[in-house]
């Protein structure tokens, strides 16, 4: 701009005063033009919203720096308690240094800070409406509070071009939303790697990351249409700036992204779901490329950036895609009790992963171009080698599982497979006192292993693990044939080292529970039937209602809250043929007591796994974070530290 045309950059008058329509005549489409271009000249306000982009991101990478930090550290703690323990050490999961005793202490604050979860007490708003663990609410709020701050800090211009500069803020601090958007989606992305969290339990953040960048968005929008229509200048920026289409366009498909990510929306058709908001990111990016001004190219490179991580994901992605499939695994199909379908597979690729980790299974017979997230049940060194899955039949891709299953020939001749992964779990829990492992239903997907790789690995070397507690929730007693010659090995194995296990199964809802002998006395349904039916009958088994409603013949609604067990000790309960080596329980378990009971012997840090429904993962999550607090972990008591772990049956 010319410096003697009486303006200076920024659009605001050479004396320093704030830009009016004083000697512009709005009337004359030229000098109504002209103040317009005024009111839009962003020269400064660039380089402030520049600026306040990279203070975005410095505040990302010191978050990032700081998960690195307590990842390496939590790695490096697993890495010595474990050579601690091979070398015969006493307590080898206890903290021994000031340097270790003060970075426990720090965790356990953490963790107690963090782990609670919530949920609402009206069942449908529970389904539909999850409300994250207190950790990520902290870290979202901290991401919205940084995001606020520095788009209103220091910009409050007055005069005309006062909306201007809100507006051009909002717009480099949402472009710069863009990349951390891709880090938190991709499968492969080295946020995960740094920080030790796979991308499935980033996806949240992901979530909520892309709302910030709506909301951004939205500000944007407002603070422009303020500015231009503040003088009546609205029609005429429409009618001359070929920005506007592409930032609507922008703005819808943004909107729609948002909107379909709700979990109504998205659990409707999950594989629909993926590939339409795929392409919709696609046509986001191509008119934000078409819409970012040409006074401001250089913020492209928050969008170079984002295509260059999706297209490192993808590659990394389909070599490993085509290197476990180019000798197609095959998959043979077994019927289980309660509309549970076995999926073993044998993969000549995949031969290694974590206790814990999943993959995205696909069977082109049963659906092309369609994978399902399944938890592998087994390990590398258990059932030959094979991938071994438990999933339970619903709508979709495990409906038609099970349908094949029951309608396969009596050979069962194998399926081709499909995978892409693995993925997930890193921790190692064989570096623990203590270990807690607690599931529902097929969510023994995810605790089993961990159960069969401290076994396995306890008959090799010394492990610092002394005692272990797998507790399973079930509906009906049959349900254990499962798994059922698992824990009869895993057992086995560690009483033959002198590792303590204690299999507690609790079932909540069959009618003829019994201990498993014929001459036995049977025990009471968890359900109080004195309101209502079993509650077994009507509800589905991954439910995550606390409370099942149900008709009575009059038609009127009647509630009935499962019981729920208190255990006088961790090995009370009924002994049964079913499984001998488990100890049997009518109704839900109460944490509470059973985690007390743990913590007090525990000699090490202990930790925990849990895998269910949402209410029972809130239910241990917000025990854990009570206990800690009331025990003063690592705060002078002598009361060691509590790991949780939680995995969730939803996306």
């Not at 990279?54 to 690195?68: L, N």
């Not at 890193?426 to 790789?453: E, K, N, Q």
Request: glycine share 8%.
């Amino acid at each position: 701009m010319d410096m003697s045309d009486g303006m200076t950059m920024g659009g605001a008058p050479a004396d320093g005063s704030a830009l009016n329509a004083t000697g512009f005549e709005l009337s004359n489409m030229t000098q109504a033009a002209d103040y317009l271009g005024e009111i839009l000249d962003d020269s400064v306000f660039q380089i402030d919203g520049n600026a306040a982009a990279r203070h975005f991101w410095y505040g990302v990478c010191a978050v990032i720096g700081i998960a690195a930090f307590f990842n390496f550290a939590q790695k490096t703690t697993m890495f010595f308690r474990l050579r601690a323990a091979a070398s015969n050490k006493a307590r080898p999961a206890s903290p021994s240094n000031p340097l270790t005793i003060s970075l426990a202490t720090i965790t356990a604050i953490g963790r107690e800070a963090s782990y609670s979860q919530f949920i609402p007490d009206n069942a449908i708003a529970a389904k539909y409406f999850k409300i994250p663990p207190l950790g990520t609410v902290m870290l979202l709020v901290l991401h919205l509070v940084w995001v606020i701050i520095l788009e209103f800090a220091n910009n409050n211009v007055p005069g005309a071009q006062h909306f201007t500069s809100l507006g051009v803020r909002a717009s480099w601090l949402a472009v710069a939303q863009v990349p951390l958007l891709v880090l938190l989606a991709g499968k492969n992305s080295p946020l995960g790697l740094v920080s030790g969290i796979s991308y499935e339990r980033l996806n949240v953040v992901h979530r909520w990351t892309s709302r910030i960048l709506l909301f951004l968005v939205t500000l944007h929008v407002i603070f422009l249409h303020l500015a231009w229509n503040a003088s009546d200048l609205g029609p005429l920026e429409y009618s001359t700036d070929s920005c506007i289409p592409t930032g609507w366009g922008a703005y819808a498909m943004l909107l729609w992204m948002n909107i379909s990510t709700c979990a109504p929306v998205r659990n409707f058709s999950y594989e629909f779901f993926v590939i339409q908001h795929i392409a919709t990111f696609f046509g986001f990016i191509i008119a934000v490329m078409m819409h970012l001004p040409d006074t401001a190219l250089y913020s492209r490179v928050y969008i170079y950036i984002p295509i260059a991580l999706y297209m490192i994901d993808r590659i990394i992605r389909t070599g490993r895609y085509a290197w476990n499939n180019i000798r197609t695994p095959t998959a043979t199909l077994t019927v289980l009790e309660g509309g549970v379908t076995r999926v073993c597979v044998e993969s000549k690729a995949v031969k290694k992963w974590n206790p814990g980790s999943h993959v995205l299974l696909s069977i082109p017979q049963l659906g092309i171009g369609q994978s399902h997230p399944a938890t592998i049940a087994s390990t590398p060194s258990s059932h030959d080698g094979k991938l071994v899955f438990l999933l339970k039949a619903h709508k979709g891709f495990t409906g038609r599982l099970l349908y094949a299953a029951e309608n396969s020939p009596a050979s069962n001749s194998p399926w081709n497979a499909r995978i892409d992964g693995p993925y997930g779990n890193t921790v190692d829990y064989a570096a623990f006192d203590t270990v807690l492992l607690i599931s529902g239903s097929t969510g023994t997907t995810y605790t089993l292993p961990i159960l069969l790789d401290i076994a396995t690995r306890a008959q090799s070397t010394l492990l610092p693990v002394q005692r272990i507690v797998f507790v399973w929730i079930i509906k009906n007693t049959s349900w254990t044939s499962w798994i059922a010659d698992e824990l009869a090995s895993a057992a086995e194995k560690l009483d033959a080292v002198g590792i303590e296990l204690t299999v507690r199964i609790h079932v909540t809802c069959d009618n003829n529970f019994t201990t498993g002998d014929n001459n036995a006395e049977a025990n009471c349904c968890a359900c109080d039937k004195s309101l209502g039916p079993c509650c077994c009958i009507s509800v589905d088994a991954d439910t995550d209602d606390d409370e099942i409603t149900s008709i009575d013949e009059k038609g009127t609604k009647i509630s009935a809250k499962p019981k729920v067990t208190s255990a006088s000790s961790i090995t009370s309960g009924t002994r049964s043929s079913i499984l001998p080596c488990a100890i049997f329980q009518s109704g839900r378990p109460d944490f509470h007591p059973l985690l007390g009971e743990l913590l007090v012997k525990a000699e090490g840090e202990t930790g925990i796994a849990v895998c269910g429904p949402l209410g029972l993962s809130s239910n241990v999550r917000t025990t854990v974070a009570k206990c800690s607090n009331d025990r003063a972990v690592h705060k002078g008591t002598g009361a060691q530290g509590i790991f949780l772990h939680a995995e969730g049956f939803g996306w």
